[in-house]
C-alpha cells in the first residue's frame, strides 16, 4: 500500500539538542510539507519542496531546517533555536501543478520537551 | 486577518440533526478547495474536495462561493462518529495550502 511514514511517533527533546523527524512517502509525489499544529489550532506551513534539492520556507520556517536529496524523503530538523517545539508535526505530500489533487498525510510525530 | 476563517465552534448537535459549516478564505487567487476531517490526536483525512458546481458524497454536501470568497460543508443525518474537528483547506494557484483553524463537532446520543 501506497503513504507516508513518518518517525518516530513520539519524540522527546533536551534542551539544547537538533532532533530530526523523518518522512518518508512511496506515493511518487514530488511534493512534501511539514506541518506544526498547536492544540486547539490549525496546521501552520514550515517548509515545502515541489522538487528534489528544492525547497521553500512556509510560514514558521524559524528553528528548523529540511533537506530534500530523494524523492521519497523530506526529514525535518529541529534545531536549538526553536525554543517551543512541544507540537504535532504533521508531513504531508501531494503532485504539484494539479492543484485540485489534495494533500495526503502521515499519521504524525509528537515532540516534547524533556 | 487570518487567510482563512472557520468558525470554531464547538457544534453540539444530537444525532439526527443538520448542521452546516462556513469558511471564508481571503486570496482571490485561490484555486483548490478541500473538507478534512480530524479526530483527537490523529493526522487529518481528506473528507471531500470542493468543487465549483457544488457536490454531494452521502450525506455530505460542500459548496463554494468564489464571488463570496467562502465554502460550506453541510452534514445531513449527523451520526455519534461524525463528531471530529472539520479543517477548511485553500490551495492557491502557486501550489500553497492554507488551513483553517477548523470547527469542532460533538453528535450526542
Known amino acids: ?3 507516508i511514514t513518518q518517525s518516530p511517533k513520539y519524540l522527546f527533546r533536551k534542551e ?3 532532533v530530526t523527524l523523518s518522512c518518508e512517502q512511496n506515493l511518487n509525489h514530488d511534493a512534501m510539507y511539514w506541518y506544526r499544529q498547536d492544540p486547539g489550532q490549525g496546521l501552520r506551513l514550515i517548509y515545502y519542496s515541489q522538487i528534489v534539492n528544492d525547497f521553500q520556507k512556509g510560514d514558521i520556517a524559524e528553528g528548523y531546517s ?3 536529496e530523494k524523492k ?5 530538523t529541529v534545531t536549538s533555536a526553536q525554543k517551543n517545539p512541544t507540537a504535532f508535526y ?3 505530500s501531494s503532485t504539484p501543478g494539479q492543484w485540485d489533487q489534495p494533500q495526503h498525510f502521515g499519521d504524525g510525530t509528537r515532540l516534547s520537551i524533556l | 486577518r487570518k487567510e482563512v476563517e472557520q468558525d ?10 443538520t448542521v452546516a459549516f462556513n469558511c471564508t478564505y481571503s486570496n482571490s487567487a485561490s484555486q483548490s478547495f478541500f473538507w478534512y476531517r480530524q479526530d483527537c490526536r490523529k493526522e487529518p483525512k481528506l473528507l471531500m474536495s470542493v468543487y465549483s458546481s457544488g457536490n454531494e458524497d452521502g450525506r455530505f454536501t460542500a459548496q463554494l ?3 463570496s470568497q467562502y465554502i460550506s460543508l453541510l452534514i ?3 451520526k455519534l462518529s461524525d463528531s471530529a474537528t472539520y479543517l477548511c483547506v485553500v490551495t492557491t494557484n502557486a501550489g500553497k495550502s492554507t488551513f483553517g483553524d477548523g470547527t469542532t463537532l460533538t453528535v450526542k446520543p
Open chain 1, 1 to 3: 500500500d501506497g503513504g
Open chain 1, 16 to 18: 539544547g539538542q537538533n
Open chain 1, 66 to 68: 529540511v533537506s530534500r
Open chain 1, 72 to 76: 521519497e524523503s523530506f526529514p525535518l
Open chain 1, 90 to 92: 504533521l508531513c504531508a
Open chain 2, 8 to 17: 470554531p465552534g464547538p457544534f453540539n448537535v444530537p444525532e439526527g440533526a
Open chain 2, 65 to 67: 462561493n468564489r464571488a
Open chain 2, 76 to 78: 445531513r443525518d449527523s
